[in-house]
């Protein structure tokens, strides 16, 4: 005997034993989430994809406070808001940060290292609280793997040029509403661009973290270092 599934409006055997996706028998939205996270002092990228679909591109704003002890505490909080939503909505989460660059332009940076490395303490700290494993991946890694290059691009928008692709990427993916800043108020005007008279800008962090979240479900997972 077999019943109509619910779903997918198929017959299935009365114990669907012959259904591989069994939606209607589990209790969470998604089987595997990933929240992407990409740090700053001034404005974090923190995006969630789900069983390899992009659902969610945001960030954390923290320029606006005077200390990095002060932002450090804002992000703990605004992460612990977000787990605490995002764990009851699938059987494993799991979280993608971009790994340290120890170098930079052939220097050792040692208070970039240490300033970043307090930021990645708060990730971690946060994401075990919830029993969600970190990981961090190179920049040029999850830029080739996803994005499809880590090359620099030009660009007419102000984007830095080895943001852009990321950017664009993310605009191709449906997010172009939820990376584009309205600057109108600022003064600033490096990064920035003018169109129907106001003044517009991109959030590279945020788009950064997209294309880290997806990581997860396109990249090669041997290039993942887990954080503790």
């Known amino acids: 005997m077999s019943k109509q599934c619910p779903i997918f409006g198929r017959a299935l055997y009365l114990d669907c034993l012959d259904c591989e996706e069994r939606l209607c028998m589990r209790k969470t939205k998604y089987r595997s989430l990933c929240i992407g996270v990409d740090q700053s002092y001034k404005n974090t990228g923190v995006s969630v994809s789900a069983d390899g679909i992009l659902k969610k591109v945001d960030h954390i704003e923290l320029e606006h406070l005077p200390t990095n002890s002060e932002k450090r505490q804002e992000l703990r909080k605004q992460l612990n808001k977000i787990?605490?939503?995002?764990?009851?909505?699938?059987?494993?989460?799991?979280?993608?940060?971009?790994?340290?660059?120890?170098?930079?332009?052939?220097?050792?940076?040692?208070?970039?290292?240490?300033?970043?490395?307090?930021?990645?303490?708060?990730?971690?700290?946060?994401?075990?609280?919830?029993?969600?494993?970190?990981?961090?991946?190179?920049?040029?890694?999850?830029?080739?793997?996803?994005?499809?290059?880590?090359?620099?691009?030009?660009?007419?928008?102000?984007?830095?040029?080895?943001?852009?692709?990321?950017v664009r990427w993310c605009i191709t993916k449906?997010?172009?509403?939820?990376?584009?800043?309205?600057?109108?108020?600022?003064?600033?005007?490096?990064?920035?661009?003018?169109?129907?008279?106001?003044?517009?800008?991109?959030?590279?962090d945020a788009s950064d973290s997209a294309a880290i979240s997806m990581f997860w479900f396109v990249g090669e997972h041997d290039k993942l270092k887990q954080e503790k």
């Open 83 to 166: 787990c605490s939503k995002l764990v009851p909505q699938a059987d494993k989460v799991v979280c993608v940060i971009e790994r340290i660059r120890l170098r930079s332009q052939g220097f050792l940076n040692i208070d970039y290292i240490k300033s970043i490395g307090a930021l990645n303490a708060i990730v971690v700290d946060v994401m075990s609280s919830y029993g969600i494993t970190v990981y961090s991946v190179d920049t040029r890694c999850w830029k080739s793997q996803v994005v499809g290059t880590s090359k620099p691009m030009p660009n007419k928008f102000g984007v830095p040029d080895e943001k852009w692709p990321t």
């Open 174 to 204: 449906g997010f172009r509403d939820s990376i584009l800043v309205n600057m109108d108020d600022s003064r600033k005007s490096k990064g920035t661009f003018v169109k129907n008279g106001s003044k517009w800008m991109y959030d590279n």
